[in-house]
């Protein structure tokens, strides 16, 4: 990368020195900053320069500005609580959850419309821009022969990538153990139907992505809802509860970073999952989509880490890190892997090919470097939501704090109606998805998820205020 | 089109005189041709472009030469006849066709290997590589906009062309009633799902592709084959038999130049079918990807032309007519509109975006010169494959003469192991696709599907002679 214009860096180093002494206490919430002239007299630098620098820890809510007086420290905002624990049913039930995701899934596409409801990521980072390029340049340097199928397993560089990049989650993978599919939701289904069967019982996370939900639908199957802490993921003692007493025949979860709540389910509990799926003879289909947009420094392992037996299916995709609309994932199904590779054949024949190619490039170099930018702007997203749920939307409203990803899980006072909520908040320009989603048999009703992929700005940030304001006409 | 240079056009000019000299009688079978010198003098024009036509009606297989006595209005060939009206087992049974399909699909794309064995079209025609101009086009100008998602029903350009050309087949339909898939595969897969379910009994042509008995396999549910002939289709005297006698739940056929037979059911019959289904209301999934390749003068219709309740699954994709790699399908599932697209977002959420664009532009703009090309191509390698294989193969040896698409089915003398032949075949750098994989009981032991879609050259001439080589010494 090349250094930015120093007039630009320069203003950002500021910024950055004046919000670590806010950190540091030199200055306190409520204080006034020193004026624009005394930093530039000060410091020697232009008016301009302090203005930026200022200008940027506006937008990063860190200073506030009160007209005619000046720069302030902004006081810290009573964040509201994450939702307590969750209690689904306790018995394996027929998926009933409706035709609203895929109205969802429009509305939120709709050019008109700021899309809180789906769970598609920014589409505003150089590393975006780039894998297309590198699509376009594929394009041109295969020509016809980009117009050949990648049977199963699919491209052979792009799971030499996958497999290099799986050490990161722990895990020890050959290209040759690696399908590709077209995106995670695939991936998903191809393995659980590897496990399960028409009237067989699956294991979820409650609350859990709605697709998981559809999935175990089509597919006949049931949903046996295991209750989930915001923070640390699935209850393993309910999950154990339940293996006991249930004829169990795979769990499908999302250790890290779920959807929608953005827990990270600790190792030392990623360890004690597996052997109590050992113990019980149970495989795990695991969602891994989130796991490199955690926001630790170190990247939390896969569950598929601590699998000595091959009953860990493991699902991925570039959808949340790169771009969904490249249909680009992948399964490694552990024991199951021949029966994975033949329905991924029997289902939709092959991957297209140059996305593949494109992926395969944009993974070897280039990758490393979005991440950290992406996770980076996810996790300030992330602080400057929780702050503006505190300002926006009722006291009573609790709000996930998602380690990873970007979709928050919200909690609104126990009289409102999500469903109507993201009715009225259509009408206003606004998509949310309803807490009803997320549950096999439509509990949740007066919750939501919020994406916060985009960046707050004029837009995003009416629209949220739109949205609480709407809660708070439908509290009192 | 501009016109090719004049020297070109006059030899193609002078070839195709003489070509219809030929054909009116003018000269016979066994004839000598006017010499070189002599038809430049009477004619005209220069000796070499007297050589180049010549050298055309060499390529075409009309004329001979014999050194050191000029050229010779070439025997036909004694064409071997096509097989017999297909005789499967009478029962609904369930599908144990194996692995042997995907290990066909591999080793057609190894390198080194003439790929008669799967059924990829050529990717040599100006076509293949405009469409792919078209993807690097549409992935710079697009950029990230181009990594979101297209939810199903798909991108609407894409659907607005595929309504357009539906009219060819007769099908009045709008936009708004098309799902796009990736490839075909899945939109049969998605229709199937639609009608039938784990234990249901599902009529097919026999034999038929093999994707659709894996996909019946890997759904649970059984196959019925009904009887086709070779060059009409499925029997629907014998159809109707079954439909009495079996709980059908659906048909799946390729009415439009079947694979593998090539056979192309007439109108009259297609109407016929379409009572038949409706008296026993049975839905049809049809698989039309063969539809715009067949060599009659006017596209065929499609058996949906007929459909007045819906009952017709329409399925089709460009992985035939223009490039696999591509995975571009979609289907019309007439009444089970809704219940297709839902299953689409379940199954795969979306199809790649940039594929969807730039097959969109190019079914605008390029296909339908694209697809003269190509039939015409087809058509005379088609012509080409009937007089190799009857001046290579055993006299006993039958074969189908497809009135569409680019693959034959061969009927090889009785004691002929086609699986051992794709053995031994591959051994020497040729595949073909053994006749088992087209039954559900891996029926059709001594036969073999070859695919023509690669222009005659030294190399696929070679490929098919050492074809012909082994099955002559496997049959003394």
Redesign the interface.
């Known amino acids: 990368v090349s250094a930015p214009p120093s007039s630009e860096r320069r203003y950002v180093v500021l910024a950055e020195r004046l919000a670590a002494q806010i950190a540091e206490g030199v200055y306190n919430p409520g204080d006034r900053m020193p004026s624009v002239r005394e930093l530039a007299t000060r410091l020697g630098v232009s008016a301009s320069t302090v203005k930026e620098a200022y200008g940027l820890l506006l937008d990063r809510r860190v200073v506030e500005s009160r007209p005619q007086a000046g720069y302030f420290v902004r006081r810290p905002a009573k964040l509201p609580a994450p939702p307590p624990m969750s209690a689904p049913p306790v018995r394996p039930i027929a998926v009933s959850t409706g035709?609203i995701?895929?109205a969802v899934?429009?509305a939120s596409?709709e050019p008109g419309v700021v899309a809180f409801g789906s769970a598609?990521p920014c589409?505003?980072?150089d590393g975006?821009?780039r894998?297309?390029?590198l699509?376009?340049?594929k394009?041109?340097e295969?020509?016809?022969?980009?117009?050949?199928?990648?049977?199963?397993p699919g491209y052979l560089p792009l799971r030499e990538q996958l497999a290099r990049r799986a050490l990161d989650a722990g895990c020890a993978l050959g290209p040759d153990e690696i399908v590709v599919?077209?995106?995670c939701?695939?991936a998903l289904?191809l393995c659980l139907?590897a496990v399960a069967?028409?009237g067989d019982t699956v294991a979820v996370e409650s609350p859990t992505y709605y697709?998981t939900l559809?999935?175990i639908?089509?597919l006949?199957l049931r949903a046996l809802e295991i209750p989930t802490h915001p923070e640390t993921g699935i209850s393993l003692e309910a999950l154990e509860m339940a293996l006991d007493e249930w004829p169990v025949k795979a769990c499908v979860l999302t250790p890290n970073a779920m959807n929608p709540l953005g827990a990270v389910m600790p190792d030392e509990r990623k360890a004690t999952l597996v052997e109590l799926l050992a113990r019980h003879d149970v495989p795990l289909v695991e969602d891994d989509i989130y796991g490199d947009l955690t926001y630790a420094p170190s990247r939390p392992k896969a569950v598929k880490a601590w699998d000595a037996d091959g009953r860990v299916l493991l699902c991925s995709s570039v959808?949340k890190t790169?771009?969904?609309?490249?249909?680009i994932g992948w399964a490694a199904p552990g024991r199951y892997l021949a029966e994975v590779?033949?329905?991924k054949?029997?289902?939709?024949?092959?991957?297209?090919?140059?996305?593949q190619v494109a992926v395969a490039a944009f993974l070897a170099n280039g990758y490393e470097r979005h991440l950290r930018t992406a996770r980076g702007a996810y996790r300030q997203r992330r602080d400057q939501l929780l702050e503006l749920v505190a300002e926006h939307f009722p006291p009573a409203t609790r709000v996930t704090r998602p380690a990873g990803g970007f979709v928050a899980w919200l909690e609104l006072p126990r009289q409102q109606d999500s469903v109507e909520l993201y009715r009225a908040a259509l009408d206003a320009g606004v998509s949310v998805a309803p807490g009803p989603l997320f549950s096999a048999r439509e509990r949740y009703r007066n919750f939501i998820r919020l994406n916060y992929a985009q960046a707050w700005n004029g837009r995003t940030l009416a629209a949220l205020a739109t949205l609480g304001r709407l809660v708070r006409e439908r509290s009192v």
């Not at 295969?142 to 199963?152: E, H, K, L, S, V």
């Not at 790169?322 to 249909?327: D, E, K, Q, T, Y």
């Not at 054949?345 to 996305?355: D, E, G, N, Q």
């Open positions: 035709d995701a895929m899934v429009h596409a598609v589409d505003d980072f975006t821009r894998v297309h390029e699509l376009a340049q394009a041109r295969w020509g016809a022969r980009g117009g050949a199928y990648q049977a199963p599919t077209s995106g939701q695939e289904v139907r069967a028409a697709g559809h999935a639908r089509a006949g959808s790169i771009a969904p609309g490249l249909r590779k033949h329905l054949l029997v289902t939709s024949m092959a991957t297209a090919t140059l996305p």
